[in-house]
C-alpha cells in the first residue's frame, strides 16, 4: 500500500501560477496527475514514469509540468497561465510495478485525497 497526500492547492486569479505536492508513504513506478472539475469525470493531467518519461495532457501541454523527487518520494506539479478550466480537485495517483507514463486512471492503483484548486477572477 501507498498512501498519498496532496497539497499546495488555493486559489488564483487566471494567468497566475501554483504547485502542488504529493507525499508519497512509499515507492512506485508510475506517478501522475488527474483532475475532475464539477459536473465533468475525472481526466489525466500530467504521468511520470520512474527513468523519467513523461506524458501531459494536449490541454495543459507547455503551461504545467510534472516532476518528481524519487528520493523525497514526492511528486510535483507546477502551474502557470492557469485558465478557470482549470478550476478542479487535483488527485495524486501512483502504481508500483512495470507501467507506463499513461493518463489511464486504471493504470494507477493508489490515490490521494485531492487538493482543490480554483482559478477565478
Known amino acids: 500500500q501507498v498512501q498519498l497526500v496532496e497539497s499546495g492547492g488555493g486559489s488564483v486569479q487566471p494567468g497566475g501560477s501554483l504547485s502542488l505536492s504529493c507525499a508519497a508513504s512509499g515507492s512506485s513506478s508510475c506517478m501522475g496527475w488527474f483532475r475532475q472539475a464539477p459536473g465533468k469525470e475525472r481526466e489525466g493531467v500530467a504521468a511520470i514514469t520512474s527513468a523519467g518519461y513523461i506524458k501531459y495532457a494536449d490541454s495543459v501541454k507547455g503551461r504545467f509540468t510534472i516532476s518528481r523527487d524519487k528520493v523525497k518520494k514526492t511528486l510535483y506539479l507546477q502551474m502557470s497561465d492557469l485558465k478557470a478550466e482549470d478550476t478542479a480537485m487535483y488527485y495524486c495517483?501512483?502504481?508500483?510495478?512495470?507501467?507506463?507514463?499513461?493518463?489511464?486512471?486504471?493504470?494507477?492503483?493508489?490515490w490521494g485525497q485531492g487538493t482543490q484548486v480554483t482559478v477565478s477572477s
Open positions: 495517483a501512483a502504481v508500483s510495478g512495470w507501467c507506463l507514463a499513461t493518463l489511464s486512471q486504471a493504470a494507477f492503483a493508489y
